[in-house]
């Protein structure tokens, strides 16, 4: 009986709260990758309200991150060996995300929230989680995942944009990310949390998909389903075009 | 011009993918070579994966030698009996070089070998090439008279078991010389995604000893049919052929081919011989120079 009881006054107590809400949106729910693709900007955008539908009222802090789908990958390091540079260790990791960008309204993460909540809810390049597959000791594995983040930041892949997000009149949000057109195609989810007092008070998820369409999609199909055709495809166009080639010369 | 490549899953400039076949397009014309050798690290410079480069670059020499092949048959200088064994021999290699490619990749080496390969292929090739060109161009000047010392062909090809004969090259040797030179080939050719002229050409002429109105014809032939293969074997193994991607270059080394072409009949073939050797050797300095300073990249991702 008494556990009932605690459970009600749970409830209200937390409702009591009164947390806010966050409405989010995507300037685009698909991203389609065709000819002519040279990468796009999405924007992230929406608005926190507390529950009875007014301005929140209060200081909020706007994390939003964009993920891309996650991918188990090997990192090799190349070391010196004798004369030449070569790879030497490597590790593995069991998701990787092949895109990740953070942007937050605070000009530093560590102002609004502690190491462990950052590190939970991946709020920031340092605090992104690989899942390294085996055993690897700490030393090392900060090393490879330092050495993956420095790679894809210069790739244009993983971002982080401290100050990206601009709140007005603490009502609504915006961030601008923009996706190179090296990005991988499939369903990319963009985060967004609300954050007062280091402590994370509301969180919504809005999916964004990336994926080829038109010619695009069909060569990337054609080679992956009727390897042999394409192939023998692409053997006819290079000796058709030669052939062409040769035969226009000779009449000039 | 922006273009979207589907299977490299990135965008390029096209103008820069044609202006690039157009060059290699200009060397094979001019050298009677595919060209691959400059394609192939060019397109990873650029950022295409190394391994959808050397697929795509593939295709691309397909394309340059077609012509040639034509041209050389029309003139009767394609030995197709000795074409055709090292096309048997060239597919063979292909086919261990697939495996090959496929254990180092797993290995982690792949790179590292390729840069190797193209290191020692070119740094021997490209002075071997330069010594030659030197001595036909200084005694025009100089006044040594030279001793022809003859020899037909490398005594290692007279060790060979069996013997055919092969009217166009006039060479009566064993099969085995050719189907080996093949097999080397090709297994380069898919390696390095290089057609293998530059290889071919030479040891037909100072280790088989072939008459030399054949060799370029003949090495074109092997080149288109090698390529060919190695093409199909990539499609169906890594399924990195970016046919968007190949059909840039061919765009530009079909037309650059005939450039090339136009431009050889005027210039004299010593020179020419010079001019190779000297971007080839470029070409494997840059690359020893690649292998030996601190790389940009210390970290690469492969997919699991």
């Not at chain 2, 190797?116 to 002075?127: E, K």
């Not at chain 2, 030479?202 to 060919?228: D, E, H, K, Q, R």
């Not at chain 2, 971007?279 to 997919?303: C, H, K, N, W």
Request: hydrophobic residues 50%.
């Amino acid at each position: 009986m008494s556990r009932v009881f605690l459970i009600i006054l749970c409830f209200f107590a937390l409702s009591a709260q009164r947390d806010p809400i966050l409405v989010p949106e995507v300037s685009q729910h698909e991203v389609q990758v065709r000819q002519g693709f040279t990468g796009t900007e999405l924007i992230l955008f929406g608005a926190i309200l507390d529950p009875s539908g007014q301005r929140a009222g209060r200081k909020y802090d706007i994390v939003v991150i964009l993920k891309g789908p996650s991918e188990p990958i090997r990192l090799r390091e190349k070391e010196r060996i004798g004369p030449i540079w070569m790879n030497a260790e490597s590790t593995a990791f069991r998701s990787a995300p092949s895109f990740f960008a953070v942007a937050s309204s605070s000009a530093r993460i560590a102002d609004i929230v502690d190491e462990r909540t950052a590190a939970i809810y991946e709020l920031g390049l340092d605090y992104i989680q690989l899942s390294p597959s085996g055993t690897i000791d700490p030393e090392e594995q900060a090393r490879f995942t330092a050495g993956l983040v420095d790679l894809r930041e210069r790739q244009g892949l993983y971002k982080e944009s401290m100050e990206g997000v601009r709140i007005s009149e603490q009502v609504l949000y915006q961030a601008r990310i923009s996706l190179p057109s090296n990005v991988q195609t499939g369903t990319y989810t963009a985060e967004t949390f609300a954050i007062t007092r280091g402590r994370v008070i509301a969180s919504a998820i809005a999916e964004v998909e990336v994926k080829k369409v038109g010619f695009e999609r069909f060569v990337e199909l054609f080679s992956q389903q009727q390897e042999f055709w394409y192939g023998l495809l692409a053997v006819s166009l290079s000796i058709f075009m030669g052939w062409v080639a040769g035969r226009l010369f000779a009449l000039i | 011009m922006d273009l979207y490549l589907p299977i490299a899953n990135l965008s390029v400039n096209g103008i820069w993918i044609v202006a690039l076949g157009m060059l290699t397009g200009i060397l094979s014309g001019l050298f009677g070579v595919g060209g691959g050798f400059l394609t192939t690290p060019l397109l990873i410079f650029y950022g295409i994966p190394p391994t959808v480069a050397a697929a795509s670059a593939s295709t691309q020499v397909t394309g340059a030698s077609v012509s040639g092949v034509f041209a050389h048959s029309k003139r009767k200088g394609v030995d197709y009996k000795l074409g055709g064994v090292t096309v048997v021999g060239g597919i063979f290699g292909a086919g261990i070089g697939a495996i090959l490619f496929r254990f180092l990749q797993a290995a982690g080496q792949i790179d590292v070998v390729i840069n190797i390969l193209y290191v020692v292929m070119l740094g021997t090739i490209g002075s071997l090439m330069a010594k030659e060109a030197m001595e036909s161009i200084r005694p025009a000047q100089g006044s040594t008279s030279r001793s022809a010392p003859k020899r037909r062909h490398h005594p290692l090809v007279t060790a060979l078991p069996l013997r055919w004969r092969f009217y166009r090259s006039g060479l009566y040797i064993s099969p085995f010389a050719p189907l080996i030179l093949g097999i080397l080939v090709g297994i380069l050719t898919m390696l390095m995604g290089v057609g293998g002229g530059f290889i071919l050409v030479p040891a037909m002429l100072y280790i088989l000893g072939m008459s030399a109105g054949v060799v370029v014809g003949t090495s074109l032939f092997n080149i288109l049919f090698v390529t060919m293969a190695t093409t199909m074997m990539h499609a169906l193994t890594t399924q990195a052929v970016d046919i968007v991607l190949a059909a840039f270059l061919l765009l530009g080394s079909v037309t650059g081919a005939q450039i090339g072409t136009q431009v050889a009949q005027k210039v004299k073939p010593e020179w020419l011989r010079l001019a190779l050797a000297v971007i080839v050797l470029l070409v494997a300095l840059r690359m020893l120079f690649g292998l030996g300073v601190q790389p940009d990249e210390i970290y690469t991702v492969s997919p699991l």
